[in-house]
């Protein structure tokens, strides 16, 4: 079974700027994948940031970014915030009506 | 704006079933794009998609769950369904609902705890 690959934890410094990526342990990630970007605070539901690679939700500050960045999904923050600090998720659509999560970057702002 | 709320047990024990429904409100739960989900995220581990169903009554599970995940919809209540049988500890979770055409809306969650 394909495995969605993230970096399972991060740091960045306030105001920097730092991308998460998402891939798969066969394989490379591509806009088919329609890779979308959850960020989850511990205790709050899931945030969708992003979806259909590089959509914004509504609300969502333009400093996060996502795009394919070579063979993986890549989600970007640009100047980032203290309450930026939280795990972030991706989701790929596998096709047949499945999707998977990676297994979450928790990112640290410090 | 489409909101959605879980409800059911908070406790369940071993090897029994499972069951939570989802409440919609603020927008129609027969629209024929729309795909109605669970997820759920264990404590210490990160959230994992259980399956899907959209209108016409087509399901779709995660092959881990496969066998042990119905999902299930009643337009007349505005509701949709999950049930997991054979429970044990390893699906003590927060479960979420939500919605997706693309853009994932989703509900508060509820936890359910496996203990006997």
């Known amino acids: 079974q394909t495995v969605v690959t993230q970096e399972p934890s991060f740091s960045v410094s306030p105001g920097g700027t730092v991308t998460l990526t998402c891939g798969l342990s066969?394989?490379?990630?591509?806009?088919?994948?329609?890779p979308s970007w959850y960020q989850q605070i511990p205790g709050r539901a899931p945030r969708t940031l992003i979806y259909n690679t590089n959509t914004r939700s509504s609300g969502v500050p333009d400093r996060f970014s996502a795009s394919i960045l070579g063979n993986k999904a890549a989600l970007t923050i640009t100047g980032a915030q203290a309450d930026d600090e939280s795990d972030y998720f991706c989701?790929?659509?596998?096709?047949?009506?499945?999707?998977?999560f990676g297994g979450g970057t928790k990112l640290t702002v410090l | 704006q489409v909101q959605l709320k879980e409800s059911g047990p908070g406790l369940v024990k071993p090897s029994e079933t499972l069951s939570l429904t989802c409440t919609v409100s603020g927008g129609s739960i027969s629209r024929t794009d729309y795909h109605w989900g669970w997820i759920r995220r264990p404590p210490g581990k990160g959230l994992e998609w259980i399956g899907s169903?959209?209108?016409?009554?087509?399901?779709y599970y995660n092959p881990s769950l496969r066998g042990r995940v119905t999902v299930s919809v009643d337009t007349s209540n505005s509701q949709f369904s999950l049930t997991l049988t054979s429970v044990t500890a390893a699906d003590t979770a927060v479960y979420y609902c939500a919605r997706t055409n693309s853009e994932w809306y989703w509900g508060q969650g509820t936890l359910v705890t496996v203990s006997s």
């Open positions: 989701l790929l659509y596998m096709g047949s009506g499945i999707s998977v």
């Open positions: 066969s394989g490379s990630v591509s806009t088919t994948y329609y």
């Open positions: 169903i959209i209108y016409s009554g087509s399901t």
